[in-house]
């Protein structure tokens, strides 16, 4: 047998060996019993010397060839056997992705604070100021200065918690119109702020009716602020919170505070427009009061209504979440049952 | 007011449904609560006649009755009505028909006898009880005589007519009439409308020899009377009784009918005396005195003082004037001379007058609002008139009249450029004089300024600003354009204060906790409980209930009421924080100062627990890392502490702790008393409470940028034992200032205090951390530094090293 065929031989074994390997134990010996330093390729090599010296580095550039050759087949084979060991070690760490995730603590802001934080960014983004007044109010500013005088008959439509004589709970946002007004320098630009806040109202509590509840006024003053811009401003403002979908139109009311006083109504979100039980068959749902900002309370806040006039609005949040989500009853927002507040986490 | 469609359908020529009708009121004048046809949802109810009346054989109270309801046989029914009898005409539900609140009427046996159907009371087809004629409020109704059998009841009547019902605004008190209503229907459809003109046969003698009347012209701006004799009292028409139903009215006789429907008609209310029961032939409108007393037409008694007007004859007030009459003069059976009043009172005087003796009446509210001032004669006219007609009386000749101080209409100068200007609109001049002029207004115009002379009777316009309003619904508010404020440029940004509240709901929320937003008027000792500073209490002056009646003075107590609420509905895990003002007073000061607080509370568990998540129940050291993550999250200038409070009265005196920055106490936090949790009907709670204000005024420090050291860092730890009152703290602080130049961190990271250490000893463990940030640390330093501190323990804290 030439050396060569010895070679041919010992590379087909070997092969053959390292096929059969079934562990890395296995491969480990079939290299060291191939190529180790007592093994039959490192025998056959020690036989070139007996070969002419024209052969030897033919034979020698042959052995090299199966060496490596043998070499490779074992670095694959380790390989496949180390590939398997992972795969057999992964499949058995395989978990149920189904099982719920571990929870995590996680709080959510009250609802009517999502619309009111909604209505202030919408504003913020028109150029309006953001101004929170007090709850305890003076007389004077809840109704004197908002055209109420003692003797008005529109007060009786506000039952209202007095405190002193003078000293009441609002009962509105308004106030804030004239406490603005009073202050604004008009000589540094336009008013134009929103002031959310919460309201009391001698009221008592059932699904329809609260003591409290929360209002954000709207008050726009300069030298040409029109009627249609109260109307803009309302679209803006409805397709805001509601979507674009939804249509406003204007009826004519009477607030004290206003002239021209109206009532703006949006398309029904139930039957968008057609006419439900909800809207009662009107297609419409009334949901905020506004007008033209009424000379006397310009006059009584020092503002001079030849030059300035404007348009105020006021919306109630507590009704807008009621509407936009069918919440049935008004006492759901200051009992803070968790499994209420827990139902408005959508963000943005 | 429901108003009468067909009503105004005499007036006025409208070609548009009623339903569509309401809808323009709506949308240019005032609200209508709802459209209502009396008649929808019946069925089969027709008129029949009582051929005869037998009594039940086993009953004491039931007849039976055979009815002709136009059909070839009469039906046999069975009624229990008292006031059944033969040959009456009857309203009859026959078999398979719908009467009031979608009841159906089977044919049925009535102890033992077929009955096909039913014989009905108005009630029954949907009246209201306060509107039935009092002969027929406990029995059947009896149909007039000439209704043919078989025939539909409902125009009858007046079913088939549609009511709108409008909700007037307190400054339209001129729409609380037909005539009102006409007049704006008028404008709105742009159509003319054909008034009455009463026409006063006046047979009678002169009046002013029989009736003299005073006023103050205060108290009455307009007062007058008419005497009419020889009134012969009756049921009135069924016209009129259909007009006084429909509109809500109990049909009486036909001089009290004749009053409210002048009232209907003209907005004017009328008084109708029983002159004979005069005391003398004057009559007063003058103020009551005290120790007066006046039995009014509903039989309340008023004492009365010097705020009430009264009507009054020689001898005693017969009448609170504007309100009601008195029961003395009411017209009743046997009068045969009536005394008319029409009037005008001061409105402030019956509000009052309203409120105090509360007596709210269709005059009442009339009154209070204002009525047309020009129409008062015209009313008291138009009441004659019809008493000749309706009751043969024999009207004496003349009026009376103690004051007749009509109002001179509003003249309002306005400009073209002005109302578009204000309205945003291109209105044109004809345009403008136009509406105005359908309204009633005379315009007279310069050039572009109009003068424009209001009828008296719109008494809610005085400015410009009033006749805006007036073009701009009439004009319709959908035909307005719809733009955005135009002009200088501003601003809109959120101050600081702002910005901080709501990165403080922000952050707890991140950490957590659920926005509550609670009752800022609680009881009074809810009120003074976890009181951060001293304050006197706010009450309110007429609370609606105990519950609600004195302003917070703390933000705990609502986060508790909510989880007793919660706790109720088995929710037994609950984080809840709260954002608001609570309000302090001091002695002396009506108002109270409003301050921010911040406020948390949690029972239960913080995280809800789940299959790989043990329940963990709240605790104090939780609560305390909110807190802390929330400051930090405040980014407050200052060290923050924790220091032991035993002395809060509703605080677990053994785990609560104040919070200071700085040393400056701005808050609290710990569990709550057992004793109130208990009160409260709540399981453990823990809670803070912190003065957002006072966050918000300290001074924060600022993000920055720190290099992260290439050095490593080496870290040692010491275990030691130290007496119980030891504080984590001491033991810190001293680590910190005695560690060297080198230590970073002192972390604590174990605690233990059980069976294996001596009592009143504990055994802590701390993790501290050496950093060189311009070198790599040589370990003998660390150790050096190490042994000095381990050193400085044993001394100064007796601490034994383990
Ligand atoms: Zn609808």
């Given at each position: 047998m030439s050396l060569k065929d010895k070679l041919t031989e010992l590379h087909d074994r070997g092969l053959a060996e390292i096929k059969k390997s079934a562990d890395l134990k296995d491969v480990n010996q079939v290299r060291v019993s191939l190529l180790g330093k007592k093994g039959p390729i490192t025998e056959v090599l020690r036989g070139m010397r007996d070969l002419d010296a024209e052969e030897r580095p033919k034979v020698g550039a042959f052995a090299n060839e199966i060496r490596d050759d043998l070499t490779a087949a074992l670095a694959k084979r380790r390989e496949e056997l180390e590939n398997a060991v992972l795969n057999a070690k992964l499949a058995n760490e395989a978990i149920d992705v189904t099982l719920p995730g571990t929870p995590v603590a996680k709080g959510e802001p009250h609802v009517i604070q999502q619309i009111i934080d909604q209505i202030e960014d919408l504003f913020l983004g028109m150029g309006y100021q953001v101004l929170s007044g007090p709850e305890v109010e003076e007389d004077k500013y809840n109704f004197e200065m908002m055209n109420l005088p003692k003797n008005h008959p529109a007060r009786d439509m506000q039952d209202t918690f007095y405190i002193t004589k003078e000293i009441l709970?609002?009962?509105?946002?308004?106030p804030m119109q004239a406490r603005t007004l009073e202050t604004h320098d008009f000589t540094k630009g336009p008013l134009k702020m929103i002031s959310p806040g919460v309201v009391y109202r001698r009221d008592t509590d059932d699904p329809t009716h609260s003591h409290q509840f929360h209002q954000v006024e709207g008050l726009v003053i300069d030298k040409h602020i029109t009627m249609a811009d109260l109307k803009g401003t309302l679209q803006v403002l409805a397709h805001e919170l509601f979507g674009d979908k939804f249509d406003v139109r204007l009826r004519p009311s009477y607030f004290p505070f206003t002239e021209p006083s109206v009532e703006a109504d949006i398309t029904c979100f139930n039957c968008g427009g057609k006419g439900c039980k909800v809207c009662k068959n009107t297609g419409w749902i009334e949901v905020l009061g506004a007008g033209m900002v009424h000379p006397n309370v310009l006059k009584m806040a020092g503002v001079d209504p030849d030059v300035y006039g404007g348009f105020a609005f006021g919306v109630g949040p507590d009704r807008f979440a009621m509407l936009k989500y069918g919440v049935d009853d008004i006492r759901n927002f200051y009992l803070n049952d968790v499994r209420f507040l827990k139902q408005f986490t959508k963000k943005g | 007011m429901k108003i009468s469609y067909n009503w105004i359908k005499e007036y006025l020529d409208l070609n548009v449904k009623p339903a569509d009708l309401a809808e323009k009121i709506e949308r240019t004048s005032v609200e209508v609560d709802d459209v209502i046809?009396?008649?929808?949802?019946?069925?089969?109810?027709v008129v029949g006649h009582v051929l005869s009346v037998e009594a039940h054989p086993d009953s004491d109270h039931l007849h039976i009755c055979q009815v002709?309801?136009?059909?070839?046989d009469p039906l046999q029914i069975v009624c229990g009505a008292p006031n059944i009898a033969k040959d009456q005409k009857v309203i009859v539900a026959l078999p398979g028909s719908r009467i009031a609140d979608n009841v159906k009427i089977k044919k049925s046996k009535m102890r033992g006898v077929p009955s096909a159907g039913m014989i009905c009371a108005l009630q029954e087809i949907g009246f209201p009880e306060d509107v039935v004629p009092k002969k027929y409020a406990d029995g059947i109704y009896v149909m007039p005589a000439d209704a043919t059998p078989g025939d539909a009841v409902y125009d009858y009547l007046g079913m088939n007519d549609s009511l709108i019902d409008l909700d007037v605004t307190p400054n339209r008190g001129d729409m609380l009439s037909l005539y009102g209503t006409l007049h704006d229907l008028s404008a709105i459809y742009d159509l003319p409308v054909k008034f009455d003109q009463p026409a006063v046969?006046?047979?009678?003698?002169?009046i002013a020899d029989q009736l003299t009347v005073h006023a103050d012209a205060e108290l009455a701006p307009q007062y007058r009377m008419r005497l009419v004799k020889q009134v012969k009292l009756a049921p009135s028409p069924m016209w009129l009784q259909i007009r006084l139903w429909n509109a809500g009215y109990r049909p009486i006789n036909n001089v009290v009918d004749i009053t409210n429907y002048i009232m209907l008609k003209y907005g004017q209310p009328l008084h109708a005396f029983d002159y004979d029961k005069f005391s003398g032939q004057d009559v007063y409108v003058r103020t009551a005195k005290a120790g007066e007393k006046l039995t009014t037409l509903d039989e309340g008694e008023h004492d009365l003082d010097d705020h009430d007007i009264v009507i009054a004859d020689d001898q005693k007030p017969i009448a609170l004037a504007g309100v009601m009459g008195g029961l003395d003069t009411a017209i009743a059976d046997g009068t045969v001379t009536v005394a008319i009043e029409a009037a005008v009172f001061e409105h402030d005087h019956i509000r009052k007058a309203a409120q105090r003796h509360n007596l709210h009446t269709d005059a009442s509210q009339r009154f209070e609002r204002g009525v047309n001032q020009a129409g008062v004669q015209e009313a008291l006219d138009a009441a004659a008139e019809m008493m000749t007609n309706l009751a043969s009386g024999e009207v004496q000749a003349g009026t009376v009249v103690a004051t007749d101080n009509e109002p001179e209409p509003a003249v309002i100068d306005i400009t073209m450029s002005h109302i578009n200007a204000v309205l945003g609109t291109e209105l044109s001049q004809d345009q403008v004089t136009h509406i105005l002029t359908t309204l009633g207004c005379d315009v007279a115009a310069e050039g572009e300024k109009l003068t424009v002379t209001v009828p008296v009777r719109r008494n809610d316009i005085h400015i410009p600003a009033d006749l805006l309003e007036e073009i701009a619904r009439i004009y319709g508010y959908d035909d307005l354009p719809a733009t955005l404020p135009t002009g200088r440029m501003t601003m809109g940004e959120l101050t600081p204060a702002q910005k901080l509240m709501r990165a403080t709901r922000h952050s707890l929320e991140g950490l957590g906790l659920n926005q509550a937003i609670s009752y800022a008027l609680t009881t009074e000792d809810k009120a003074k409980m976890f009181l951060m500073q001293p304050s006197e209490t706010t009450k309110l002056a007429w609370p609606m209930s105990s519950d609600h009646a004195v302003l917070r003075m703390n933000v705990i107590t609502g986060l508790l009421d909510d989880i007793a609420y919660n706790s109720a509905r088995k929710v037994k895990d609950v984080a809840l924080y709260e954002q608001g003002r609570v309000f302090y007073r001091e002695d002396g000061v009506d108002r109270p100062s409003e301050q921010e607080y911040i406020a948390g509370a949690i029972t239960g568990t913080l995280l809800p627990t789940a299959w790989d998540l043990p329940a963990q129940p709240v605790d104090f050291y939780q609560v305390k890392g909110i807190v802390e993550a929330y400051l930090k999250d405040m980014a407050v200038n200052g060290d923050v502490t924790y220091v032991a409070n035993?002395?809060?009265?509703?605080?677990?005196p053994g785990r609560t702790a104040d919070i200071l920055v700085h040393g400056h106490r701005i808050g609290f936090m710990g569990q709550v008393h057992p004793t109130i949790a208990k009160q409260f009907k709540i399981g453990a709670t823990y809670v803070f409470e912190l003065n957002l204000q006072a966050i918000i005024d300290m001074p924060k420090q600022e993000n920055q940028y720190d290099v992260i050291s290439r050095y490593p860092a080496i870290t040692r730890d010491v275990a030691m034992l130290v007496d119980d009152e030891i504080t984590n703290e001491q033991i810190v602080a001293l680590i910190e200032k005695?560690?060297?130049?080198?230590?970073?961190s002192v972390k604590l990271f174990d605690v233990y205090d059980g069976v294996k250490v001596p009592k009143g000893k504990k055994s802590l463990a701390y993790t501290l951390t050496y950093q060189d940030k311009h070198a790599t640390l040589v370990d003998d330093a660390v150790t050096q530094a190490f042994e000095k501190v381990e050193k400085r323990l044993q001394d100064d804290l007796g601490a034994e090293i383990r």
């Open positions: 709970m609002r009962t509105q946002t308004s | 046809k009396p008649s929808d949802g019946l069925k089969k109810i002709d309801v136009g059909e070839d046969q006046e047979t009678g003698a002169a035993h002395d809060l009265p509703e605080m677990h005695r560690g060297g130049a080198f230590l970073q």
